[in-house]
């Protein structure tokens, strides 16, 4: 007992001391992922444990042994375990120096993610910050951009480029582009002036493009006109995607609501884990030979979000077909064949009324308020949806 109790007291010690050498060394800062550390770390820690676990189950073996012998044994046990703490408390350094070391660590930077409450703090905020709407700044970047790469490639002759042009080139995407629609919808924060700041933003990460070349990064406005031009196009496409998007989600959000104020909390329990996918699978049901011209035009994502937002307004408007029974609410199963007996009837209608022309083309389409509502005979429109009536066409 006595040897083994020694044997652990020395390696607890060893590993101690190896510990204190660690600590008392003056190391450079080091990121909190360092791999070397933690192995030294671990296996210093592996040390210690390792050896106190052996020395307890040498000083305290289990069975009718180990309560077997004199009472003095438990007073020379204890009178043990003090002088080992003492001296393991001896070698351990000052807490002042153990503070210093823990300051020294350098925590990695991709810790700074784990554990973040950034997105859950956002949630809800409202965005309106002044640089979302300061072209004037962008414009400025822009040309400072262009003087850059002008002074690299030692471009001689004078430009035409100005703030005042690009300005007006700005304006005149923006109205080309026809995103004065966007912002004329109320409530959806497509501003005149965040609009153009989208415009510019695309504007700036293309000049290096437009300097790379053998014109020693001389760029005319001209070619920048070009530029500003595809850019107030993609963000009109960009946006026409959210847009639908986003109301193809309020579609199937007011379908749920009317089916509460139908049917009660009772519907609700039935579908609400499949609700949604009831919904896109009524919305595939009445695809057919819409779906075949969707997938041929470029605009491929926007009308496929347009197709679901008409199917679910659809369902919505005949939401007491959807749910009703002789007695309370139809069952899933039920509820579920009459989504798709729906879709596949009236709702294919609609789309046909709204998606083609008479000779079974697609039909223009056009951004439209996340509060317009479709129907039979098409979108129902409202002047407050404006911020003036001239948009309405």
Not at 64 to 77: F, L
Not at 305 to 310: P, T, V
Request: proline share 3%; with cysteine; glycine share 8%.
């Amino acid at each position: 007992m006595a040897s083994a109790e020694r044997v652990s007291f020395k390696a607890i010690a060893v590993g101690s001391a190896f510990l204190a050498a660690g600590l008392t060394f003056e190391p450079a800062p080091v990121a909190a992922g360092n791999k070397v550390g933690a192995a030294v770390g671990g296996f210093l820690l592996g040390v210690l444990v390792a050896a106190g676990v052996h020395g307890a189950s040498r000083e305290h073996p289990t069975g009718n042994h180990g309560r077997s012998g004199k009472s003095g044994d438990g007073n020379s046990t204890t009178s043990s375990d003090d002088a080992r703490n003492r001296s393991l408390a001896a070698l351990a350094p000052a807490s002042a120096r153990q503070t210093a070391v823990l300051k020294s660590i350098t925590p990695a930077a991709d810790l700074g993610s784990v554990g973040s409450t950034d997105d859950r703090d956002q949630i809800g905020e409202t965005r309106s910050k002044d640089a979302d709407r300061d072209d004037a700044t962008l414009v400025a970047s822009i040309i400072e951009a262009l003087k850059a790469g002008e002074k690299k490639e030692k471009a001689s002759g004078e430009g035409d480029i100005s703030q005042h042009a690009i300005a007006l080139a700005v304006d005149d995407a923006y109205k080309r582009a026809r995103l004065d629609r966007f912002a004329s919808f109320v409530g959806e924060n497509w501003t005149p002036e965040r609009l153009r700041v989208m415009i510019l933003e695309r504007v700036d990460v293309a000049i290096k493009a437009l300097q790379n070349g053998t014109n020693k990064g001389r760029v005319s406005m001209s070619d920048l006109r070009l530029v500003i031009d595809r850019a107030a196009d993609d963000v009109y496409e960009r946006l026409f995607e959210t847009s639908e998007l986003l109301g193809k989600n309020r579609s199937s959000t007011l379908f749920v609501q009317s089916l509460y104020q139908a049917h009660g909390n009772e519907a609700i329990l039935k579908v609400r884990e499949r609700i949604e996918w009831m919904l896109l699978r009524g919305a595939v049901a009445s695809g057919g030979e819409f779906d075949a011209l969707i997938r041929r035009d470029a605009r491929v994502n926007v009308l496929s979000y347009r197709k679901q937002r008409i199917v679910f307004d659809c369902l919505a408007e005949n939401i007491v077909r959807v749910g009703a029974a002789i007695q309370g609410v139809a069952d899933e199963a039920e509820i579920e064949t009459r989504i798709n007996d729906l879709a596949k009837g009236e709702c294919r209608d609609w789309l046909t009324n709204q998606l083609t022309t008479p000779d079974r083309r697609l039909a223009p389409q056009q951004p439209m308020p996340l509060r317009t509502v479709w129907m039979k005979e098409g979108p129902v429109e409202d002047p407050s949806m404006y911020s003036s009536q001239t948009s309405i066409r």
